[in-house]
């Protein structure tokens, strides 16, 4: 099973920046958790709680064209450390029509647009871009892990 969905994101092979025009929002490596909170995506975004020193929010965005993207951000000590993006077809979204078969194909869909905008996938001088199946939350996701040095 193969389908291409225009991802709703961007990033930067030389600095690990994301950007997602839609929403709009640019997160950077090393971007404190302040400094998210002070644009409207941060001012929308959903505080999903933390401790030990994470801090975890959540954004949900209609694309308009039938997708949905959500994108969860991870901090340690108020300092970005990971990013896990998911989209896709508004009906994917949810527990009424889910397979692990689809789970699986959207990964190597993600898979595929990480190699498509940086060459490949895995390590960066910045940290690593990947994406797999989780199978303790049943879904795919792509994400990006910024090193903290």
Same mark, same amino acid.
């Given at each position: 099973?193969? *389908?291409?969905?225009?991802?709703? *994101?961007? /990033?930067?092979?030389? $600095?690990? +920046?994301?950007? *997602?025009?839609? /929403?709009?929002?640019?997160?950077?490596?090393?971007? $404190?958790? %302040?400094?998210?909170?002070?644009?409207?995506?941060?001012?929308?975004a959903q505080n999903l709680g933390g401790d030990k #020193? !994470?801090?975890?929010?959540?954004?949900? &965005?209609?694309?308009?064209? #039938?997708? +949905?993207?959500?994108?969860?951000?991870? *901090?340690?000590?108020?300092?970005?450390?990971?990013? &896990?993006? $998911? =989209?896709?077809?508004?009906?994917? @979204?949810? !527990? $009424?029509? !889910?397979?692990? #078969?689809?789970?699986?194909?959207?990964?190597?869909? =993600?898979?595929?647009? /990480? +190699? %498509?905008?940086?060459?490949?996938?895995?390590? @960066?001088?910045?940290? +690593?871009?990947?994406?797999? =199946?989780?199978?303790?939350?049943?879904q795919a996701v792509l994400f990006v892990k910024y090193? %903290?040095?």
């Amino acid at each position: 099973m193969t *389908f291409h969905l225009d991802a709703p *994101f961007e /990033i930067d092979l030389d $600095s690990g +920046v994301l950007k *997602f025009a839609q /929403i709009p929002l640019t997160l950077a490596p090393k971007q $404190s958790v %302040s400094a998210f909170l002070t644009t409207d995506a941060g001012a929308r975004a959903q505080n999903l709680g933390g401790d030990k #020193g !994470w801090q975890r929010y959540h954004l949900g &965005h209609h694309l308009g064209d #039938g997708r +949905v993207l959500g994108v969860s951000l991870y *901090f340690f000590n108020s300092c970005i450390a990971r990013v &896990h993006i $998911s =989209y896709g077809s508004e009906r994917e @979204f949810g !527990w $009424s029509g !889910w397979t692990e #078969g689809r789970e699986l194909a959207k990964a190597e869909e =993600y898979q595929g647009e /990480i +190699v %498509s905008q940086l060459g490949r996938r895995g390590r @960066f001088p910045w940290g +690593v871009a990947d994406a797999v =199946y989780d199978d303790k939350a049943a879904q795919a996701v792509l994400f990006v892990k910024y090193d %903290s040095e």
